[in-house]
C-alpha cells in the first residue's frame, strides 16, 4: 500500500483460482476503511483543463455570498437585506402556479403523465412565445425553449468552439467572458488592465451613453450584447441597435443578443428585440429567459432564437448545428416548466406576469431616487431591475464591504462585471417591497448627502 492509492494485484499459477485468504483479508479490510478518515493525495493521468487555469478566482456571485455569510457570522441574528443578486423573491402568481400545479398532478394520472419531448420545445409554447413576446416577427420553428439563457449561453460557446473571437460590453454579464475563457477563445487575464487577453472589451458608460463607440473597433466573430444591460440598466435605442446590426454585417459578425430583461423596457424608442431591427436575421441570436419575467428561476425555463436566414461563413445553416446541439446534448425542458410557461404566454397569465414585473420596477424606482436622493450618480432603474450607483474615486468591493459592514446590506461591486465597472455598485430591485424600503432608511441613516457628481 502506498499513499494516496491502492493497487492490488493477483498473479495466478497454474489455473485460475480464488484469491488467497490474506488478499482476502486486505480486502475486507479495506473495505472497513471505508469508514475511516484516509488522507489521499492520489491523481489521475488526466490533464487539467489549462482553460480552467486562466480564470480568476471564484465566480463573482458565489463570492458574494461568501462574504455575506462571513458579515452574518460576525453578526448573528442582524437582518442582512439583499440587493445583490439579481435572484426573484415574489411568489409565482396565480394564474401561472395554477399551471405548473395542474401538470405536475397530471404526471402522476396515466392521461396526465408524459414521458421525452421535443427537444426544441412544445409546439403550443413555441407559438405563443413568437405571438406574444415578439408579435409574428419571429416563426415558431426558430424559437427554441430551454431551460434558462445562461444554460443557452454555454451551449452556444460549445457550438461555435474554440479559437472565436470575442467581443463583449464592459461591464458585462459575467458568464459571457467566463465561458469564452473555458472554451479557450481567450489568453491570459492581463493583470494591469485586468482584461483577458483575446477579447475585445467595448467601454459602455455614461460617456458614451453605454453603447460602444463602434467605429474604433475591430472586426470580431461574435459580439455578445445585453439589453437592458446587466449592470448598468441601459437599454439600446433603436438607432443604437441599427448601429450595431450595421456593424455585424459589414463585418460578418454574430450577434449573441441576451434579452433577459426586455419586458422592463418602458421606453418605446427602446426595442425589446434585436430582430425588431432590420437584417437581424442575417446576423444575430437572441436569449431570453422566464426567470425575471415570471419568477422562474427556481422552474428554469427560457428560449433561443436561431433564425433560418442565419448562415456560418460556409453557407451552412446555423440553425441545423443548433438542432443538432440540442437534440444531443438536450433532452428538453421540464414538461411541468413548459406547463407554466404556456400559462404565461396566455392572456391572465400574461397580465400577472406583467403586474409582477410592475412590483419589481416600483422597487427600482425606490431605490434610484433614494441613492439619488444622497447625491450619487445613479443609471438604469427604468428600463431594467438595476440600478448602478457611481462612487468616483473608489474600488467596488470596498463601497461593497463598506455598505455591507454600515447598513447589513449586500450589493454587487461593479468591477465584477468588468474594468469599466470599477467604482460603481448594482443594486437589485428583486426583493420585498419592506425590505427594499427598510434598505432606503439604512442608507439614508449611514450615508452623508453627497455633492451630486455630473
Known amino acids: 500500500l502506498q499513499l494516496g492509492e491502492v493497487r492490488i494485484s493477483f498473479h495466478a499459477r497454474g489455473s485460475a483460482a480464488s484469491p488467497p485468504p490474506r488478499a482476502m483479508a486486505m480486502r475486507s479490510t479495506i473495505g472497513r476503511a471505508r469508514v475511516a478518515s484516509v488522507r489521499c493525495c492520489a491523481s489521475t493521468r488526466v490533464e487539467r483543463n489549462p482553460n480552467f487555469a486562466k480564470l480568476q478566482a471564484g465566480y463573482l456571485f458565489p463570492e458574494v455570498a461568501r462574504r455575506r455569510n462571513v458579515h452574518a457570522e460576525k453578526h448573528p441574528g442582524e437582518k442582512i437585506i439583499s440587493l445583490g443578486i439579481g435572484d426573484t423573491t415574489e411568489p409565482i402568481p396565480e394564474p401561472i402556479m395554477r399551471a405548473l400545479v395542474n401538470k405536475a398532478h397530471g404526471m402522476g394520472t396515466l392521461d396526465g403523465y408524459s414521458g421525452y419531448g421535443a427537444e426544441q420545445g412544445q409546439e403550443p409554447l413555441r407559438e405563443g412565445i413568437s405571438s406574444k413576446f415578439y408579435n409574428g416577427i419571429v416563426q415558431p420553428s426558430e424559437i427554441f425553449v430551454s431551460d434558462g439563457s445562461k444554460c443557452d449561453i454555454a451551449r452556444l460557446q460549445l457550438m461555435f468552439g474554440p479559437g472565436r ?75 443604437q441597435l441599427e448601429k450595431l446590426v450595421a456593424f455585424a454585417r459589414k463585418n460578418g459578425s454574430i450577434i449573441i443578443y441576451d434579452a433577459a430583461y426586455a419586458i422592463f423596457i418602458e421606453d418605446e424608442n427602446c426595442p425589446r428585440s434585436i430582430f425588431e431591427i432590420e437584417g437581424a436575421k442575417e446576423c444575430a441570436i437572441e436569449t431570453c429567459s422566464f426567470s425575471k419575467y415570471a419568477g422562474f428561476t427556481g422552474i428554469r425555463l427560457g428560449w433561443t432564437v436561431v433564425p433560418e436566414a442565419l448562415k456560418f461563413a460556409d453557407g451552412s445553416s446555423v440553425q441545423k448545428d443548433w438542432i443538432r446541439l440540442m437534440s444531443t446534448c438536450f433532452n428538453g425542458a421540464s414538461c411541468i416548466s413548459q406547463a407554466g410557461g404556456l400559462a404565461c404566454v396566455q392572456e391572465e397569465g400574461y397580465q400577472a406576469m406583467v403586474d409582477l414585473v410592475g412590483y419589481y420596477k416600483e422597487n427600482a424606482k425606490i431605490l434610484k431616487t433614494c441613492f439619488e436622493e444622497l447625491g450619487f450618480s445613479v443609471y438604469g432603474g427604468k428600463d431594467a431591475p438595476y440600478v448602478w450607483v457611481g462612487f468616483p474615486g473608489e474600488k467596488s468591493w470596498d463601497v461593497f464591504a463598506d455598505i455591507l459592514a454600515k447598513c447589513s446590506i449586500v450589493t454587487t461591486p461593479g468591477s465584477g462585471f468588468g474594468p469599466a465597472g470599477e467604482g460603481f455598485v448594482r443594486a437589485s430591485a428583486f426583493g420585498h417591497r419592506e425590505d427594499v424600503l427598510e434598505a432606503v432608511e439604512r442608507l439614508k441613516k449611514n450615508f452623508e448627502v453627497k455633492a451630486k457628481v455630473a
Not at 189 to 207: R, W
Open 165 to 239: 473571437t470575442i467581443a463583449v460590453q464592459d461591464p458585462a454579464y459575467p458568464a459571457y467572458v467566463d465561458t469564452s475563457v473555458m472554451v479557450g477563445d481567450t489568453g491570459e487575464m492581463d493583470s494591469a488592465s485586468q482584461q483577458f487577453k483575446g477579447i475585445v472589451y467595448m467601454p459602455c458608460s455614461a460617456d458614451n451613453d453605454f453603447f460602444p463607440d463602434l467605429d474604433n473597433l475591430p472586426a470580431t466573430d461574435l459580439i455578445f450584447f445585453c439589453s437592458p444591460n446587466n449592470p448598468t440598466g441601459a437599454a439600446a435605442t433603436r438607432t
